[in-house]
Structure formats: structure tokens, C-alpha cells
């Protein structure tokens, strides 16, 4: 068991790093580490049929790394203080805005699709990060399992669409970068705002909260509004 669960993670790293290096020679959105490793992952996974559980023998413990790594995120956001302080009311607003605009686009998407209400309340907090978006999608009514899926989605379409978009719209301050990243993609926006420095990541990582908080008020609302029975 601990000889796979090490076979597990060490492959995984692997891959992650081998993706890195591709994604340094050529800097392209869509080759994401994040992405391009899961989905070199997924593709080893379905050649060798290897079981979902079997490969989360190891995933477990990769897994546990979120927390601290989640939480590391504390010390830019602390030698950033000054600029949260100074931007307060242009964070709070810009962050929950593109919350609310996520959240009703989404709805919006969904029931003109003709999806079902399980499928609109699984997706209703794919705007927020991952632990969060579960939490509130069972306490909705929703499929963990889909809101998961939802959440992945928005993530690496952000951080892969992401990019273009602050181009053509000719945002270059670190603060409007990091909050439209933060917003819209949460931990994968967050990561790709690495790359724009550490004044980024701070304001990607308040918005990211931000939206978990907000939206775990804003979420039951929502739901009261299109389903007042």
C-alpha cells in the first residue's frame, strides 16, 4: 500500500514537473501545468484502467498538501497589506460583483440549456473554490460530484481565457489582474496570477475568500429567488 501510494505520488509529481518545463519553453495559457498534468493523468489512468480509488492512494496525500499551500498564501497577502488597505473599496466591490455576475451568467446559462434544478443548484458556486463550492452545493440540494466538475471548469477557463481578456481590455494594474483572476477562477486564477507578481497573487487570494464568504451568504438567496417554494 505505501509502495503504490509513493509510485502514485511520484509519477504525479513527475508529470507536473516535466508539464512545467514545457509550459517555461513556451508560455502558452492552454499549457498550464495544472491542466495539461491532469489531463496527462486522466489519459494514464483510462490507457492502464487503473481505478479512480487505486490512484487515490497516493492523490490522498497530495491532496493534504492544499491546506498548507492554501494557506501560504497568508504571507504575500500580509507584506501586501498596505495595497489592500489602500484599494478596499475597489476590491470589495470589483470581487463581489464578478461573483454575482458569475453566479447569475451561470443560472442564466443553465436554464436557457433547459438543465434540470439539480444541474442549476450544482452549478451555482462554481465561481468559489473547490472545499466551499461542495459544502454549499450539498447544503443546496446540488450533486457535489457536478458542482466539482462545474468548479474545475471555470477554473481553467479563467486562468486559460483569463490572460487574452485583461489584454484586450488593457488591464495591467496588479490589483485589477489579481481580482479578475481571483474571481473568476479562484485557486487556478491564483496560481496563473503567480506569474504576474506577488502584489497579484495577494489580491487574487483576497478575492478567492472573499467569494467563499460572500458566496456562502449570497448562494441560499439566489436559490430562494428562483425557488421561493
Not at 9 to 20: D, Q
Not at 45 to 74: C, E, H
Not at 107 to 119: D, E, H, N, Q
Request: charged residues 10%; aromatic residues 10%.
Amino acid at each position: 500500500m505505501i509502495l503504490t501510494a509513493a509510485v502514485i505520488v511520484l509519477v504525479t509529481v513527475g508529470i507536473y514537473l516535466v508539464m512545467s518545463l514545457i509550459y517555461r519553453r513556451f508560455r502558452l495559457p492552454v499549457l498550464m501545468p495544472a491542466l495539461t498534468a491532469t489531463f496527462t493523468v486522466v489519459v494514464i489512468l483510462l490507457y492502464f484502467r487503473i481505478p479512480y480509488d487505486t490512484y487515490m492512494i497516493g492523490g490522498k496525500w497530495i491532496n493534504q498538501l492544499l491546506g498548507p499551500a492554501v494557506v501560504s498564501l497568508a504571507y504575500p497577502l500580509y507584506r501586501q497589506r498596505h495595497v489592500l488597505r489602500r484599494n478596499l473599496p475597489a476590491i470589495l466591490g470589483g470581487t463581489l460583483t464578478g461573483l454575482l455576475v458569475g453566479m447569475f451568467s451561470g443560472i442564466l446559462l443553465a436554464v436557457v440549456s433547459g438543465f434540470p434544478k439539480l444541474y442549476i443548484l450544482s452549478l451555482l458556486p462554481k465561481s468559489i473554490t473547490t472545499p466551499v463550492a461542495i459544502q454549499i452545493s450539498s447544503n443546496l440540494g446540488g450533486e457535489s460530484s457536478l458542482t466539482s466538475v462545474f468548479v474545475m471548469i471555470a477554473g481553467f477557463t479563467g486562468a486559460i481565457a483569463g490572460p487574452y481578456i485583461l489584454k484586450l481590455f488593457r488591464i495591467k494594474g496588479a490589483v485589477g489582474i489579481g481580482i479578475g483572476l481571483g474571481t473568476a477562477s479562484h485557486a487556478l486564477g491564483t496560481a496563473k496570477a503567480l506569474e504576474y507578481g506577488e502584489e497579484s497573487v495577494s489580491m487574487s487570494s483576497v478575492a478567492m475568500t472573499v467569494c467563499a464568504i460572500a458566496g456562502s451568504c449570497a448562494a441560499p438567496l439566489v436559490v430562494w429567488m428562483l425557488y421561493p417554494h
